[in-house]
T-cell receptor
Framework: AQKVTQAQTEISVVEKEDVTLDCVYE???????LFWYKQPPSGELVFLIR??????QNEISGRYSWNFQKSTSSFNFTITASQVVDSAVYFC??????????????FGTGTRLQVTL | DAEITQSPRHKITETGRQVTLACHQT?????MFWYRQDLGHGLRLIHY???????NKGEVSDGYSVSRSNTEDLPLTLESAASSQTSVYFC???????????FGPGTRLTVL
C-alpha cells in the first residue's frame, strides 16, 4: 500500500523567512513519481513539480527548492524568503508509473502555510 | 488553450436527491479522476477512468457512480445525496505515462 505523510498540519512564518514543508512517503515500488501541488485560497490545485524515483538531484525553481532523499523516503519542499502570496495549502503526492491500471495519485493531508507581514 | 472545467461550481441540494457533477476536459487525455477534499483527509479518490467505457472504483466510491461515454467527459453522480457527501469535489485528467494530473476548479457541494 502507498502512503504519504505530511506531519505538519499548519505552519506560520513571517515574510522573508525560509520555510520547509516535510513529506514522507511509503511505497513498495522501486519506480514511482512524487509531486507537489499548491492550493491557494482561491481553491484551485496548481501543479508545482514532478520527480521520478531515479532522479535524486535536488531541484531549484526561483525561491522554491525540493530535496528528494530515497534513503529516508522524503521529498521536502523549501520556500526561501517567503512571501504573503505563498500562503496556501501544499500537498505532496505519490504515483506509480502507468502500468495499465496504476496511475492514481495518493495525496498527503496537506500543510497549510500562512505567511504574515 | 486546453482546459478542464467543472459545473456547477456551487451546488446546494437536499438529502436523498440525485445529483450529477459535470467534468469536461479538452486536453484529449485518456485518464480522468474524481476526488473529494475534506479537512483532515486531503484529497481522496472516488472513481477513475482510463478511457471510454472504462471506470474503476477508488477508495471512497460508496454512494457515487461515473460513466465514460466519450474522451472529454466524466460525470459524477450521487445516487441519493447524504450529508456526509458535503465536500469539495475535484475532477482531474492526465495523459498516459508519467503525465501529471491537471485539476479542474472544483465544485463545492452542500447536502442539507
Amino acid at each position: 500500500a502507498q502512503k504519504v505523510t505530511q506531519a505538519q498540519t499548519e505552519i506560520s512564518v513571517v515574510e522573508k523567512e525560509d520555510v520547509t514543508l516535510d513529506c514522507v512517503y511509503e511505497t513498495r515500488d522501486t519506480t514511482y513519481y512524487l509531486f507537489w501541488y499548491k492550493q491557494p485560497p482561491s481553491g484551485e490545485l496548481v501543479f508545482l513539480i514532478r520527480r521520478n524515483s531515479f532522479d535524486e538531484q535536488n531541484e531549484i525553481s526561483g525561491r522554491y527548492s525540493w530535496n528528494f532523499q530515497k534513503s529516508t523516503s522524503s521529498f521536502n519542499f523549501t520556500i526561501t524568503a517567503s512571501q504573503v502570496v505563498d500562503s496556501a495549502v501544499y500537498f505532496c503526492a505519490l504515483r506509480n508509473p502507468y502500468t495499465g491500471t496504476a496511475s492514481k495519485l495518493t495525496f498527503g493531508t496537506g500543510t497549510r502555510l500562512q505567511v504574515t507581514l | 488553450d486546453a482546459e478542464i472545467t467543472q459545473s456547477p461550481r456551487h451546488k446546494i441540494t437536499e438529502t436523498g436527491r440525485q445529483v450529477t457533477l459535470a467534468c469536461h476536459q479538452t486536453w484529449n487525455h485518456n485518464n480522468m479522476f474524481w476526488y473529494r477534499q475534506d479537512l483532515g483527509h486531503g484529497l481522496r479518490l472516488i472513481h477513475y477512468s482510463y478511457g471510454v467505457q472504462d471506470t474503476n472504483k477508488g477508495e471512497v466510491s460508496d454512494g457515487y457512480s461515473v460513466s465514460r461515454s466519450n474522451t472529454e467527459d466524466l460525470p459524477l453522480t450521487l445516487e441519493s445525496a447524504a450529508s456526509s457527501q458535503t465536500s469539495v469535489y475535484f475532477c482531474a485528467s492526465s495523459s498516459r505515462g508519467s503525465g501529471e494530473q491537471f485539476f479542474g476548479p472544483g465544485t463545492r457541494l452542500t447536502v442539507l
